[in-house]
């Protein structure tokens, strides 16, 4: 009980600390911030899109590097499955499932979320990408890969949070599309991709890999949360463990698109296409808003759940598409270009709902609303692949607090 207590006078203690480092550096004047300051601050809120860039201008400017780290053996690179475990390894250590069960009696949150994310934003996404004529296939098929991909894994329960959503929903559906979505997006790939002829897609390999390096970490980084020496190395690094889950994350597209610059396959690509690759990343990303936001108000779902369910059933994520893009065959297409287009639709849907929360008056959602739940603190938000840090909201003993994850 001693413990406990201690425990929980600690977490209080952290909590009340970086609100009044929050708030005084709020309260400073600008002109007492230097422009050192100001830059890394902005580096840290947008470390991963900056580490994503560099990593692709790295790749075509100076190609040397990644090739001879992105060799293969056995037909894999070592160093990219490395990576892929590394990721998922962390977000099993920052997976908190403690919050999501209290949204299972959201039945017709949950049964769309579910349907629109594993089926119906890839049914959609994917037969649009290929009606439209890109000058590189390679853009359409990663785009698709992309489209048939699970959500995101933490980008998408943040900005419900800041919305004043059903943190609960959007976690619970974040975690059981991410596992379901390894035995489904394989067949789905199969089925919605119009691969060329000679293209042979192993389904049941491709689940056996993405078991073995995105499932088994995840759960082992989940039990390895019970040995408390780990969960305390875990908690006190956290930030320092998401720097490496980006860094492990850039690594991927570095080795790709360095490959890909070394063999002349991006020769081909024009100005134009990049942007027609950002419009049409934008245009699919808001049809699935607009399809989601229609659902949701056909069902009746209330405003906290509906923001939930939106925004989470909108994004997808981007490890899970560069793992599978690695597990290809060569002849589907070259891997750089393909996980440049997924970089790309990813960026994309992270600015737009951005911009879209921006603009929502605060009182959209009032905060009484809010389905009541216990104290999130920030462990419940998986740290690692596809966020900017974004400020959590935080209900203690009945006021709202702010965290910087």
């Given at each position: 009980?001693?413990?406990e ?31 050192t ?22 790749g ?21 499955l ?13 997976l ?32 649009i ?55 489904t997006?394989?067949?789905?790939l ?67 698109t ?9 020769d081909?690509?024009?100005a ?12 699919l ?18 405003r ?10 909108s ?18 297409g070259?891997?750089?270009?393909m ?14 709902d ?31 692949d ?13 006021q ?6």
């Open positions: 009980m001693m413990e207590t201690s425990e929980n006078e600690l977490a209080d203690n952290e909590i009340t600390e970086s609100t009044e480092e929050l708030e005084t550096s709020t309260e400073a004047p600008p002109s007492r911030i230097s422009a300051q100001r830059c890394l601050k902005f580096t840290k809120k947008n470390l991963l899109p900056i580490l994503l860039l560099s990593a692709v201008a790295l075509l400017i100076w190609p040397a590097p990644g090739v001879a780290v992105g060799t293969k053996v056995n037909g894999q690179r070592p160093v990219q490395i990576c892929v475990i590394i990721i998922f390894l962390i977000s099993g250590l920052n908190s499932t403690a919050e999501m069960f209290r949204a299972i009696q959201e039945y017709k949150g949950i049964i769309w979320g579910l349907l629109s994310i594993l089926f119906v934003t890839a049914c959609v996404g994917v037969n990408v290929q009606e439209i004529d890109m000058e590189s296939e390679e853009f359409t098929k990663g785009l698709a890969v992309f489209f048939t991909m699970p959500t995101t894994i933490s980008s998408g329960v943040v900005l419900t949070q800041q919305m004043n959503g059903n943190f609960a929903l959007a976690l619970f559906l974040t975690v059981v599309t991410n596992t379901i979505g390894v035995f997006v394989p067949p789905m199969g089925w919605l991709i119009e691969f060329e002829s000679e293209v042979s897609l192993d389904i049941g390999g491709l689940v056996a890999k993405l078991s073995l390096t995105v499932l088994l970490p995840l759960a082992v980084g989940k039990v390895l949360q019970k040995v408390s020496t780990i969960a305390a190395f875990t908690k006190r690094h956290k930030w320092h463990l998401k720097v490496v889950s980006m860094v492990s994350l850039a690594f991927v597209p570095w080795m790709n360095s490959v890909a610059m070394d063999n002349g396959n991006f081909s690509v024009t134009g296409s990049v942007f027609s690759l950002i419009g049409l990343g934008m245009l990303h808001v049809i699935f808003l607009f399809m989601n936001s229609i659902a949701t108000t056909l069902l009746r779902i209330s906290p759940e509906q923001a939930a369910v939106v925004i989470v059933s994004q997808k994520t981007l490890p899970v598409s560069l793992t599978v893009i690695g597990f290809l065959p060569e002849s589907a070259d891997h750089g270009l996980g440049v287009a997924c970089i790309v639709a990813h960026l994309t849907q992270i600015i737009v951005s911009v879209i929360i921006g603009f929502i008056p605060a009182n959209f959602i009032p905060t009484e609303s809010k389905p009541e739940y216990s104290e999130i603190k920030e462990q419940d938000v998986k740290g690692n596809d966020d900017d840090v974004k400020p959590l909201a935080i209900r203690k003993d009945s709202m607090k702010l965290a910087v994850v």
